[in-house]
């Protein structure tokens, strides 16, 4: 389209007190060639919002500039819709409030950053949403027919949308169905399961459709577009859906690694076992089927230790006091013994383990020594570390290990491969665990038909990946979700609420690509690569390092983009040697335009120029956090946002070496097993590339110094000021780029 640009100024929360506005506006009429150009003291008010719209009415206004406030904030307030480009310039947080008022070098700076605005608002074609020619289902599949996958369809069927749930039993129900009872809020007695009320509600529902002793054979395709092939009674049927719920569940640990004498002494029993001996009416002796009198329960059983489950599944410890009390039920005179390492009875559940200690429940602190059996009945040998001493406790009837939860997504074994030397966790034969980004997949649940791999990759105990903190049910691969103790271990009514939230995003989901628009992080965008085939080397390494399954293959190597898998991370533009992928708003040219735009002093002026990418999820909050904080740094410095450090492209680098900048800084978000990276591998790729931009600046004969890449939390913004200025100082012990003013 033929742009006609305007910028609009904003002058107040300070900006007008800290800039020369008029001097800014001839800036943009002058040199920068924008037609309008006008100043408001309230641009996000009622006037100012009027005074950009009758522009577009009357004036044919297409290309909104808005130098003001961040662009985190008000972007509801300065949506003029998708046919408009709207480009934001922050001199609120970047320059007014993080710099002395009236310089130079503050004017300077907000000077860059119009320049650098209008740059991109040149570069940026309108945005058009991916349709695609195939009509878009809203059906939503929920894989695994326990609670969490029962709960997730009736709520997707009360929201009028279409369930398809498949269990592989060959009726519905899962753990809960073979429960005696549960402890439900507020955590005082216990009720009924439900299970059958649950089960009927499920199949009389018009709106979910349920295939028993099924499994899903294939999924293929992307989020609105999925063919789900359903192997059911040996036939096999295909459905399409929007999105997918993965609801399979959890298996107990295996109690027979322990050496506690399950699998040994008959009466040494799991908790699941216990609970299903209840539901069915006594609770006896394996070994003579006589009614038990004295129970010890062993917490903890294999949990919270690394040779077995390094972590708490949270449900055990009321497992064992529900379990405690049918005991008590049965024969008010049985004796109850409870050893555990911690009681974990969280929030109100605290009510119930204080009404087992009224009802004569015995806990000892401590671990289980030994397990014998001895003239028919058990005794057991256990460190007790309140009292300090180790306690034998005889004449035991039956003894419940309360083992933990581990994810059906959990693979069979973890592959192992030879270790680099002096590489962290390698065991004494120098072999390490394989993570999921090596291949390591889950057990075979939904067969994804993906050139990245079948199924859900697992973070390292078998649950799958996802960003825990802001986005919980999402997985890495795009409209697929968890929910359930598949996700993280929990209790019935915690499984309950979890289907609930799942089964939101999955309609989300299946909203979202029929409109075209991305989901999280980048929700409502409407942006996607788009790929410039003709000059494709077929390297493989967009499809490699995409972090969400969004490219395929074919046999020749070609990508193969499926956009409604895209999270528009750019990760792909960043992967490409040969700069083909590229968004409308977004592209490695547009970025190098921007860095050119910028205006570089004579070295005479002892004026250094930094400029600092930084990933819009958490570094560039937290330097907008820092400024609303009224903090300070160098106004050397020229910020510009990425949408992911993964989609920062080397040749960046080369462009702004040798225009003359002094220094660059990368700042990303924090990766590891504990990432909070948005994109998953985001920061990790650009950590990795940047480790071999040494070879870019041997070549322009220039320091390593001089590009420095650091881990930034949102909540890390009072680092700001010190990270910057630390860099500045490094940069002028380097002195000057020699290529100023080439």
């Not at 001097?23 to 950009?52: M, Q, Y």
Request: aromatic letters at 8%.
């Amino acid at each position: 389209m033929e742009k006609k640009a305007a910028l609009y100024i904003c002058t107040g929360c300070g900006i007008g007190d800290a800039l020369d506005i008029d001097s800014l506006k001839e800036l943009a009429t002058d040199d920068l060639g924008v037609p309008i150009c006008k100043d408001h003291p309230f641009l996000c008010g009622a006037e100012g919002v009027d005074l950009i719209k009758k522009d577009i009415q009357d004036e044919g206004v297409n290309t909104i500039i808005i130098a003001g406030c961040s662009g985190r904030v008000n972007y509801d307030v300065f949506n003029f819709g998708p046919d408009k480009i709207v480009e934001r310039i922050n001199l609120r947080e970047q320059v007014a409030w993080c710099q002395p008022p009236k310089e130079e070098d503050t004017q300077m700076l907000a000077e860059d950053y119009l320049r650098m605005g209008c740059s991109k608002a040149n570069d940026t074609e309108p945005l058009e949403p991916y349709i695609a020619e195939e009509e878009y289902s809203k059906d939503i599949l929920i894989v695994g027919g326990g609670v969490a996958g029962m709960t997730a369809a009736l709520e997707i069927a009360k929201a009028g949308r279409k369930a398809i749930l498949v269990e592989k039993e060959d009726k519905l129900g899962g753990f809960l169905g073979k429960m005696k009872k549960l402890i439900t809020m507020p955590y005082k007695d216990l009720s009924d399961t439900g299970a059958e009320d649950l089960i009927k509600e499920v199949n009389e529902n018009d709106n979910i459709k349920v295939y028993t002793s099924a499994t899903v054979a294939k999924i293929s395709g992307s989020p609105g577009l999925f063919t789900a092939e359903i192997s059911a009674d040996g036939n096999s049927v295909q459905e399409r859906v929007g999105s997918v719920i993965q609801a399979t569940g959890w298996t107990p640990y295996d109690a027979s690694k322990l050496n506690l004498g399950y699998g040994k002494i008959k009466d040494v029993i799991t908790n699941v076992e216990m609970e299903e001996m209840a539901a069915k009416g006594k609770i006896t002796r394996p070994s003579d089927g006589k009614e038990v009198k004295n129970v010890l329960f062993v917490q903890c059983a294999g949990s919270r230790d690394p040779e077995h489950l390094p972590y708490c599944s949270s449900y055990c410890c009321l497992a064992s006091l529900k379990q405690a009390a049918y005991v008590k039920e049965q024969n008010p005179e049985a004796v109850n013994y409870i050893v555990y390492k911690d009681m974990r009875t969280v929030g109100q559940a605290e009510d119930f383990y204080r009404k087992a200690q009224e009802d004569g429940d015995v806990f000892i602190r401590g671990s289980i020594v030994n397990i014998n059996e001895n003239g028919g009945k058990l005794s057991v040998e256990t460190d007790d570390e309140l009292l300090g001493e180790r306690v034998n406790i005889e004449e035991i009837d039956l003894v419940v290990l309360a083992v933990g939860m581990v994810p059906t997504s959990q693979p069979d074994q973890i592959p192992r491969i030879q270790a680099p030397e002096g590489t962290e966790g390698a065991d004494e034969e120098g072999m390490i665990e394989v993570m999921p980004d090596s291949g390591f997949f889950a057990k075979s649940a939904l067969n994804l038909e993906y050139r990245q791999g079948p199924e859900l990759p697992t973070l390292k105990y078998g649950f799958p990946d996802s960003h825990f903190i802001c986005f919980p049910y999402e997985t890495r691969r795009t409209g697929i979700y968890t929910a359930g103790c598949v996700r993280r271990p929990m209790e019935v009514v915690k499984a309950k609420e979890d289907a609930a939230g799942a089964a939101m995003k999955a309609i989300q989901c299946c909203e979202a690509s029929s409109q075209g628009v991305a989901l999280h992080p980048r929700a409502g965008d409407i942006s996607y690569p788009e790929f410039n085939m003709q000059r494709c080397t077929q390297c493989k390494r967009c499809t490699e390092e995409c972090p969400f399954g969004a490219i395929n293959e074919d046999e020749k190597g070609n990508p193969l983009p499926n956009p409604t898998r895209c999270r528009r991370c750019g990760v792909c533009m960043g992967a490409c040697p040969e700069r083909i992928i590229s968004f409308k708003n977004y592209s490695v040219g547009m970025i190098g335009n921007m860095i050119k735009a910028i205006e570089v002093p004579e070295e005479d002026e002892e004026k250094p120029r930094v400029i600092a990418f930084v990933c819009e999820n958490d570094a560039y909050p937290a330097i907008d956090m820092a400024a609303i904080k009224r903090m300070q740094w160098s106004p050397y410095v020229r910020f510009i946002p990425v949408r992911c450090l993964g989609s920062i492209n080397l040749v960046w680098v080369a462009d702004a070496m040798s225009k003359g900048i002094d220094g660059l800084l990368f700042l990303g978000c924090r990766h590891g097993d504990d990432y909070q990276c948005h994109f998953i591998k985001g920061s990790e790729l650009a950590e990795t590339r940047l480790g071999k931009v040494s070879e870019t600046l041997d070549r322009l004969a220039l320091e390593a110094e001089r590009v420095k890449f650091l881990e930034i939390g949102i909540t890390d913004y009072n680092r700001i000021p010190t990270i910057i200025n630390e860099f500045m100082e490094t940069i002028d012990e380097l002195g000057p780029n020699p290529y100023k003013g080439w």
